[in-house]
C-alpha cells in the first residue's frame, strides 16, 4: 500500500531575487530538501503540507497551489508525495532541531538539493511564481 505524504515548496523575494526554502533531512543531515511528512488522520494534503512548512521550518506560508507529485521507494514501501507551492509570510519558530531551514538562490536550490528528480519540481514551482509587481 502506497503511503500518502505531503510537502511545502516555499518561496520568497529578496532583492528582486526568488529563493527556495530547504531544510536538512531528518535521517540524514547531509540530504537537504523539502519539508514534508505525513498526512494524518482528517488532514487534506494541503493541511499536511501547511503543518509540515510551520513543524519542520517554523515558518507559516501562504498557499499557491499543487506543484507536482513524487513517487520513490523507501525500505520496500512505495512513497507518493504531493507537493505544493508556498510565499513565506513569516518565520514563527526555529523549526525542528537539527532541519537548519535555509534560504537559496534557485541555481543554488537546484545544487544543493539531494535528490535530482526533486530539481523538476523546483522547476515547476519557479514557474508558478505570481509575477511580482514593483
Known amino acids: ?13 529578496e532583492n528582486e531575487q526568488i529563493k527556495v526554502l530547504l531544510v ?18 482528517g488532514e487534506t494534503e494541503k493541511q499536511a503540507a501547511h503543518r509540515e512548512l510551520l513543524e519542520e521550518a517554523g515558518i507559516r506560508g ?13 525500505n520496500e514501501k512505495p512513497y507518493s508525495v504531493s507537493y505544493f507551492l508556498f510565499c513565506f509570510e513569516e ?7 537539527g532541519r537548519t531551514p535555509t534560504w537559496y538562490s ?12 526533486m530539481k523538476d519540481l523546483i522547476h515547476k514551482a519557479v514557474a508558478k511564481v505570481p509575477e511580482q509587481k514593483p
Request: no cysteine; glycine share 10%; charged share 30%.
Open 91 to 97: 518565520k514563527v519558530t526555529n523549526g525542528e532541531e
Open 106 to 117: 534557485i541555481d543554488d536550490a537546484l545544487n544543493t538539493i539531494s535528490f535530482s528528480e
Open 1 to 13: 500500500m502506497e503511503i500518502k505524504q505531503a510537502g511545502a515548496i516555499t518561496y520568497k523575494v
Open 24 to 41: 536538512r533531512a531528518k535521517k540524514n543531515p547531509h540530504h537537504w530538501l523539502f519539508p514534508k511528512g505525513h498526512i494524518e488522520k
Open 62 to 74: 501562504g498557499m499557491i497551489g499543487y506543484v507536482g507529485e513524487r513517487k520513490f521507494k523507501k
